[in-house]
Structure formats: C-alpha cells, structure tokens
C-alpha cells in the first residue's frame, strides 16, 4: 500500500487541474481492470488445475519475481 502511495502519489505532482483528476481516473481503471483479469485468471487456473501443481508453480514465479524486485 505505501508504494502504492509513493509511486502514484508521487506521479501526481506532475499534473494539474483536470489533468490531475484524469490521472486519479486513468489509475483507479486500471487498478480495477487488473485485479478483475487477477480474478479471472485465477478463476480460469483454478478450473483447469485440480491438482493444484499449476498453482504452486505460479506462486514459485511470483516469489522469484518480487524477490528479485527487491534485492
């Protein structure tokens, strides 16, 4: 949540006026259209491995992704 504020809050300061409510807009979409497809996905994974192997191989990725982005 914090990065959230400091990456976007940060943005901000680059617009005014209508421009800085058309940002507000342009983030709070796309912040819904992606945890919608994160949903859907999940949803469509979930359907297609019963196993759950598929799951735990995307949790592995995910893990080495936000590791690397933090080291």
Request: with cysteine; net charge positive.
């Amino acid at each position: 949540m914090m990065d959230t504020i400091g990456v976007i809050g940060t943005s901000t300061l680059n617009y005014d006026g209508a421009a800085k409510a058309a940002f507000a807009i342009a983030c709070i979409a796309v912040s819904w259209l992606w945890y919608f497809a994160l949903a859907l996905a999940g949803r469509i994974v979930g359907a297609k491995d019963g196993s759950g192997r598929l799951q735990a191989a995307l949790n592995k990725c995910s893990a080495l992704v936000m590791w690397e982005t933090v080291a």
